[in-house]
């Protein structure tokens, strides 16, 4: 157990983070370049364990929703679902959203330890408890790679990665309860592309998913600033337009073979897809899916390259149990899919203040 001096010098912060992170987002007149240093800010360890959670909220969420909350017992930290924020169109069971309280886990893990703080991970009802302990601080390079991480919506320069980065990345991946399949052959890439391709049609096809989708729009910097979360436009390469012109442009510009065209580009341009799948289909595997897929992550930024989930074939139920049987999987659920490679910088997403995302202690 943590030194409750040490806990208490550790917690000591919230009230100055708080306020500070509240009177950051109350600052209408802040600029999206203003924003983005505030989000992205090295971490302070000084400032308490509110900086650890900020850190935390860097991770990796469907459609940027960050559909979580944080709380405060003695030694522990919880995160928990946020179902305000759930996409139940393109996310129906929550799926994406237990795999999005992984990836925080994974980068709260990370911090707490650059704190000189050991985390112990445990799923219960309530979410995800991490429990403290004390421990020398350690700043490996994935906690390094945690505010440099995004999920980069480009063409990548094509070129394969090399056999000691990939054993580096299915290092990374794979854990007891989840297996990460690395796939460079060309061949196979352009079945997982029929895969996507087929699911994005779908998914356009789907009413209930497209308004869904564009309610997570943000399209220029002020729309961004005002939330803090969605899918920023240029952040996926998409020119900065106010919400009016561009919610107008929008059907003439967002079309189905558009967007499959570009997925398809996308993934011929990567070194490689990464497919993660736990051994049980239940929220505390989903949980450690999103951990071994947020580490994946932070380990390619650590060797220079970048990463964008292509969801698709896991997102469309029938598409689901197809691509399964492709795998040769049998009954387990493929979790998540992502392509690598290396590829430009994009802008960055926004992140919600502190005070927003993390629960009010009770009395």
């Known amino acids: 157990m943590i030194d409750r001096r040490r806990w208490m010098k550790a917690a000591a912060g919230l009230a100055g983070d708080t306020l500070l ?11 999206y370049d203003e924003a983005v240093r ?14 650890a959670i900020r850190y935390a909220t860097l991770a990796a969420s469907s459609h940027n929703t960050q559909p979580w909350k944080f709380r405060f017992e003695p030694s522990v930290i919880i995160i928990a679902p946020d179902f305000s924020r759930r996409c139940p169109a393109v996310d129906p069971d929550d799926h994406h959203l237990f795999a999005s309280l992984g990836c925080a886990t994974e980068n709260l893990v990370h911090a707490v330890a650059a704190m000189g703080l050991s985390g112990r ?11 403290l302990g004390s421990a020398r601080p350690f700043s490996s ?8 991480r995004q999920c ?16 580096a990345l299915e290092r990374a991946g794979t854990t007891p309860e989840v297996d990460v399949a690395i796939i460079t052959d060309r061949a196979r890439m352009a079945s997982i592309t029929d895969y996507v391709v087929e699911g994005n049609t779908a998914q356009m096809r789907d009413l209930a998913y497209m308004d869904e989708l564009q309610g997570w729009m943000r399209f220029d910097g002020p729309a961004a600033v005002a939330t803090m979360d969605g899918l920023y436009a240029p952040a996926s390469g998409n020119p900065a337009l106010p919400p009016w012109i ?7 510009v967002f079309t189905e073979r558009g967007g499959n065209d570009k997925y398809r580009a996308h993934i011929e341009s990567s070194a490689g897809v990464a497919v993660f799948t736990a051994e049980k289909n239940n929220k505390p595997h989903w949980v450690a899916a999103g951990r071994a ?9 650590a060797l220079g390259l970048k990463y964008a989930f ?7 139920a029938r598409l689901r149990r197809q691509f399964a049987s492709w795998l040769g999987i049998g009954d387990r659920r493929p979790d998540l899919v992502v392509r690598f490679g290396a590829g430009p910088e994009l802008p960055r997403s926004l992140r919600r203040p502190i005070d927003q995302v993390v629960a009010p202690a009770p009395g």
């Not at 561009?246 to 003439?252: V, Y």
Request: net charge negative; proline share 7%; charged share 20%.
């Open 38 to 51: 505030m989000t992205y800010a090295p971490l302070r360890s000084d400032f308490g364990l509110l900086e």
């Open 310 to 316: 292509i969801n698709q074939p896991v997102e469309v």
């Open 121 to 131: 991970v445990a799923f219960a009802d309530e979410g995800v408890r991490i429990t």
């Open 141 to 148: 390079p994935l906690f390094e790679a945690i505010p440099r």
């Open 293 to 301: 897929c947020q580490r994946f992550a932070l380990q390619a930024t």
């Open 21 to 31: 992170a509240s009177e950051a987002g109350a600052n209408l007149a802040m600029t």
């Open 152 to 167: 980069t919506r480009a063409i990548y320069d094509g070129k394969p990665a090399s056999s000691d980065v990939l054993l």
């Open 246 to 252: 561009a919610r107008r442009l929008l059907p003439l």
